[in-house]
């Protein structure tokens, strides 16, 4: 098959580890494959390196960018359709909000002129949710018209997490016919195979952390919306009471300057460590140098760093939001409500006392992590939705 990923753009994260883990596998069992993204633009960083020698070929949209912007998203349309015309591909596969929307209006535009033996199908998968509680009742109402329109140009949704599913079929996005789960795919070796005390003590040397000390990481933009300032509401109670504790922060953001400040206020400026941007590479070492995951997102479709840190062995303490649920129960971590600092301060004590329970949770984490999120997992459901897709009768469009 001919395929077409379109991605806004290819930063560090989640959504695009995932894009490129799919493009990587679709080509190399033989599907012709394209990659349309947008610049790598902001404080996140990039992934373009991971394209580079790829199999399938990668193309920029200069002015497909994450913010609205009239002129920029019109010009951005226009390539993006420009590109399926000369390209006529069997799929066009969308991610994140808007390369879902400008992809699938052009693609359906496309296909509604262009008269071709076999259909054109388009699938989108939600990474997350554009419409949340935390922003303005106008604004989500805007979101999730356009969502419904988009849908009605959607042959199919695929999703990281049934909680995904769950939220759009209750927005009136789609039917449930429409939909099917996809965990999103980790190359897992990295992540499984510990890097060793060398490599975990430079690390630790590295970043000003004792050998002794129990290290609760957290791996997330510094942005909104990702919890920090709950981490550090618990730390101010936790820090006290075990001198041997410290919190790592993994990332970058616009708020890094904020939340240090917040840090230096809390008089905890002694107690946080700072890596600032890690590549992709160096995650699983962070993580194997560290003892607790603490993930306080408000809204994700499913943190990809849960089971990364549960594929290396670690327990970890999560809000209860959105698909956390699906992967962090009572016998791989804990679970907690969101915004709950007390609950937080609880889960992370109960691990930092107890030694064991560490191990057991991060062991049995582990093991319910490993076939779920392989490549070969994700790509084999993609690929058999595309293949139901494609040997359908063709639609009256």
């Not at 560090?12 to 580890?17: H, N, P, S, T």
């Not at 129990?214 to 909104?224: D, F, K, M, P, Q």
């Not at 890596?275 to 408000?298: F, N």
């Not at 560490?358 to 084999?380: D, W």
Request: aromatic share 6%.
């Amino acid at each position: 098959m001919k395929i077409v990923h379109i991605i806004t753009r290819l930063i560090l994260g989640g959504a695009q580890e995932n894009t490129l883990i799919t493009c990587r596998l679709l080509a190399e069992h033989g599907h012709e494959v394209t990659l349309i993204t947008g610049p790598a633009l902001g404080p996140e960083g990039g992934l373009f390196e991971q394209t580079e020698g790829a199999p399938y070929e990668t193309i920029v949209v200069d002015k497909l960018r994450r913010e609205i912007n009239v002129f920029n998203d019109v010009a951005a349309y226009i390539k993006i359709k420009k590109l399926l015309a000369q390209i006529q591909p069997d799929i066009v596969h969308t991610h994140s909000a808007k390369a879902g929307i400008l992809g699938r209006f052009a693609a359906d535009a496309l296909r509604r002129k262009v008269k071709r033996r076999r259909r054109t199908c388009i699938v989108h998968t939600i990474h997350g949710l554009a419409f949340h509680p935390y922003q303005s009742t106008k604004l989500n109402r805007l979101y999730i018209a356009v969502e419904k329109a988009a849908a009605k140009r959607t042959d199919r949704f695929i999703c990281v997490a049934d909680a995904m599913t769950e939220k759009a079929l209750a927005a009136g996005i789609g039917t449930p016919d429409d939909f099917v789960t996809a965990y999103s795919a980790i190359d897992e070796q990295a992540f499984l195979q510990h890097p060793g005390t060398g490599q975990v003590a430079a690390f630790r040397r590295k970043h000003h952390i004792g050998a002794q000390a129990v290290v609760l990481v957290t791996i997330a933009r510094l942005a909104e919306l990702k919890g920090h300032d709950y981490i550090i509401e618990s730390a101010k109670t936790l820090a006290a009471k075990y001198e041997n504790c410290l919190w790592l922060f993994v990332g970058d953001g616009h708020l890094t300057q904020q939340i240090k400040s917040q840090i230096q206020l809390a008089g905890l400026g002694y107690k946080f460590r700072f890596t600032g941007l890690l590549p992709p590479e160096e995650i699983p070492l962070a993580i194997h140098a560290s003892d607790i995951l603490v993930h306080c997102s408000l809204r994700e479709g499913l943190a990809r760093v849960l089971p990364q840190a549960m594929l290396c062995g670690k327990p970890v303490v999560s809000f209860d939001i959105d698909g956390a649920a699906e992967v962090v129960n009572d016998s791989t971590g804990l679970l907690i409500e969101p915004e709950n600092t007390a609950q937080i301060t609880g889960a992370c004590r109960k691990l930092i006392e107890d030694p064991d329970l560490r191990q057991t949770l991060g062991e049995n984490a582990r093991q319910s992590v490993i076939k779920k999120f392989a490549p070969e997992t994700m790509v084999q459901v993609i690929e058999d939705t595309y293949n139901k897709l494609t040997n359908c009768p063709t639609q009256a469009l």
